[in-house]
């Protein structure tokens, strides 16, 4: 079984530019959620893709925006890249909307830099 | 909003020492609670988890027990190894189909020494 994979590992960008994250999810996993964690912080949920739409969201501004593919692969997409973006930002996949017990599976993170 | 308050780190013991990283929630519906641990270098695993009011979690010989009426789900661990040191989150998520994504707190580093 392959697990969440993420690319690139890390990247450096420069204000006002924009960049695009690319997640795998886990074999069989329809659903997944990006998250951004700022150094020494939890994570924070910014949105969530299910069969391709988007089922919710944080409270991110309009500039992050995801996708999601058929083969439930996932992009976040950021434009106009501010320094305060400068995070690890996860992906997580699940199997399927079900109840808030389900189980969010991780891969290791996108480091992001913006200078 | 839904809130998540964990105890802050670093927290340094000794291997075989007694573990307990304090949790304590705020949500407005009744939250499925998690702890999850995050590996020098790696992404975040799920620890355990509890769905509902005084079921615990357990795994690798950590435990928590979902309190509800002192909105709480602390980490124990009887016997700590060198090998469980790692930044832990506590997190909650408190919707149907996780539409809200989970909420967690800034995380605990935990660091066993021999």
């Known amino acids: 079984e392959t697990g969440v994979t993420q690319s690139p590992t890390h990247l450096i960008k420069t204000r006002g530019q924009q960049v695009t994250l690319r997640c795998s999810s886990q074999?069989?996993?329809?659903?997944v959620s990006w998250y951004q964690q700022a150094l020494g912080q939890g994570p924070q949920f910014i949105f969530q893709?299910?069969?391709?739409?988007?089922?919710g969201r944080g409270n991110f501004p309009p500039r992050f925006s995801g996708l999601q593919f058929p083969n439930y692969s996932s992009e976040l997409n950021v434009n106009a890249l501010e320094l305060d973006d400068s995070a690890l930002y996860l992906c997580?996949?699940?199997?399927?909307?079900?109840?808030?017990?389900?189980?969010?599976?991780f891969g290791p993170g996108t480091r992001l830099t913006v200078t | 909003g839904d809130s998540v308050t964990q105890m802050e780190g670093p927290v340094t013991l000794s291997e075989e020492a007694f573990l307990t990283i304090n949790c304590t929630y705020t949500?407005?519906?009744?939250?499925?609670l998690f702890w999850y641990v995050q590996y020098p270098g790696e992404g975040l695993q799920l620890l355990l988890k509890?769905?509902?009011?005084?079921d615990k979690g357990s795994n690798k010989g950590f435990e928590a027990t979902y309190r509800k009426e002192t909105t709480s789900f602390h980490l124990e661990k009887g016997s700590v190894q060198v090998s469980d040191s790692a930044v832990y989150f506590c997190?909650?998520?408190?919707?149907?189909?996780?539409?809200?994504?989970?909420?967690f707190g800034k995380g605990t580093h935990l660091i066993i020494q021999p």
């Open positions: 997580a996949s699940s199997l399927e909307l079900a109840s808030s017990s389900y189980e969010q599976y």
């Open positions: 074999s069989g996993h329809n659903t």
């Open positions: 893709y299910y069969r391709e739409e988007e089922n």
């Open positions: 949500a407005t519906g009744y939250p499925s």
């Open positions: 509890a769905t509902k009011a005084d």
């Open positions: 997190a909650l998520s408190d919707s149907g189909g996780g539409a809200d994504g989970l909420t």
